[in-house]
């Protein structure tokens, strides 16, 4: 856990100093507004990759019933909503430079937020069931559910209408429309964010194991 | 529920066909039991569509016949229907699990059916009630709204597809809350998100069936989410309902 923090930390620098110094501004965006990319989709793709983990984890619990697979998901679930909602900001951001309002009601937009509105109900749900192997086993439907019914959100919902955002990384011609310097800072700012959602569900995970041993002691 | 009432609603329960017989027959069971008991008691299916009589005339008294402009007439009003049966739904679709927890059934229902049956058969009586519903809100709106739907056979089967999409989803729904605190502020605030991808692409389609044409993409995708929603719930039914 001590390694992957401090080789993080550099890396995670020099990935900052890249994104601001290294590739020029993407052409077709005012002044140095494209440089979000480097922040605002990799803040989307690990609030994903941090829901399908929380997954991973529930699919875990409900064939084994270990309390520490509930203790992940619960924890990649409010990892995934904080990058969601950092996500979101940086996107509203982005949006204020370029389409001249924070909030637009662009499908992309909503259907971002009614992610976070979706596994912040899965915080609720938690929150309203006392039993403790009852909460994990009802959490752990929940998630499933919800990661089936996700891509509707992402996927379809945005494109049944129509959408100002600009082409996603994931596109209809298969391509990545980057140039190379671009390219490097762009896949080099995913690994680091998936990174430090890994040491960061280190921590959650440290933190409920302490708590469980807390409440067993009385 | 009263006292006096529990003890046919357990003999009810306890009348269920057993592992012998078919899946459908048993869930079907299941279905008609829930029928059994709410028509028994009738408060709560009239409280349903009361909602929606008081909810039509709200937004008539807003609106009006005339206080929309033409061109965004067709757009609000599907919005506003759609809202009217989300919350309709949400009033009464979540009662079929809680009142098996407040009668004391749920126990018995555990033991003699599966929990896919018992998920499978209140998803009917749901998707009955669900279209029970629709039959009376929207011919209820189009009359005291004075909007028109050009393809009516279009709103009819959206109705149908994205009312048992909205159903599998609530009584899935319903079978997790059923045992929380706050469960109806509660449904409501889990059930919206998942519902949102369904219910925006049942407004796009009604739009369009309003307008004449065939709503065939947003079709698609209730058709898509149906089936994502039926597999999901058959899958992890006993994780929701179990003890």
């Known amino acids: ?218 | 529920m009263d006292g006096n009432n529990s003890a046919p609603l357990s003999s009810s329960v306890s009348r269920l066909p057993t592992s012998g017989s078919s899946a459908l027959a048993r869930a079907w069971a299941v279905c008609a039991k829930d029928a059994a008991q709410e028509l028994r008691r009738r408060i709560a299916i009239a409280s349903i569509f009361f909602f929606a009589a008081t909810a039509v005339t709200l937004v008539s008294f807003g609106i009006g016949p005339f206080g929309l402009p033409a061109e965004a007439r067709d757009r609000v009003c599907s919005a506003l229907l759609w809202i009217i049966l989300f919350f309709c739904a949400a009033t009464g679709l979540p009662r079929a699990f809680v009142r098996e927890e407040e009668t004391g059934t749920a126990y018995a229902l555990r033991k003699v059916v599966p929990a896919s049956l018992t998920l499978a058969g209140k998803t009917l009586f749901n998707y009955l009630l669900f279209l029970a519903i629709a039959a009376v809100t929207v011919p209820a709106f189009s009359i005291l709204l004075e909007w028109r739907v050009e393809s009516p056979g279009s709103l009819a089967a959206l109705l149908v597809l994205a009312g048992y999409g909205l159903s599998v989803v609530s009584t899935f729904l319903a079978a997790l809350v059923a045992r929380a605190s706050q469960k109806n502020v509660l449904f409501v605030v889990i059930s919206f998100p998942l519902l949102l991808p369904l219910l925006l692409s049942a407004i796009v389609a009604t739009v369009e069936a309003a307008g004449g044409s065939m709503p065939s993409t947003p079709l698609r995708v209730v058709v898509a989410y149906d089936g994502a929603a039926t597999c999901a719930g058959y899958l992890l039914a006993s994780a929701a309902w179990e003890d």
Request: proline share 5%; with cysteine.
């Open chain 1, 1 to 218: 856990m001590k390694t992957l923090k401090i080789l993080l930390l550099p890396y995670m620098a020099a990935i900052i100093v890249g994104a601001f110094l290294w590739p020029a501004p993407a052409q077709g965006f005012i002044g140095e507004s494209s440089r979000i990319v480097f922040f605002h989709v990799p803040c989307a793709w690990t609030s994903a990759l941090a829901f399908l983990v929380a997954a991973a984890y529930s699919v875990a619990y409900l064939a084994r019933r270990y309390p520490a697979h509930d203790d992940m998901a619960a924890g990649a679930v409010r990892l995934g909503l904080l990058f969601a909602v950092l996500a979101l900001v940086t996107g509203a951001l982005f949006a204020k430079i370029m389409w001249g309002a924070y909030w637009n009601w662009d499908p992309r937009e909503s259907s971002f937020l009614l992610l976070i509105f979706l596994y912040a109900a899965y915080l609720f749900l938690r929150a309203a069931v006392e039993d403790p192997e009852r909460r994990a086993r009802m959490s752990a439907a929940y998630a499933l559910f919800a990661a089936v019914l996700m891509p509707f959100l992402f996927f379809v919902a945005p494109r049944v209408t129509a959408s100002l955002h600009p082409q996603t990384v994931i596109n209809r011609q298969g391509k990545i429309l980057m140039d190379a310097p671009t390219k490097a800072v762009f896949f080099g700012a995913l690994i680091a964010f998936s990174w430090l959602f890994v040491w960061m569900l280190g921590l959650e995970a440290r933190a409920a194991r302490l708590a469980r041993r807390d409440r067993a002691r009385g």
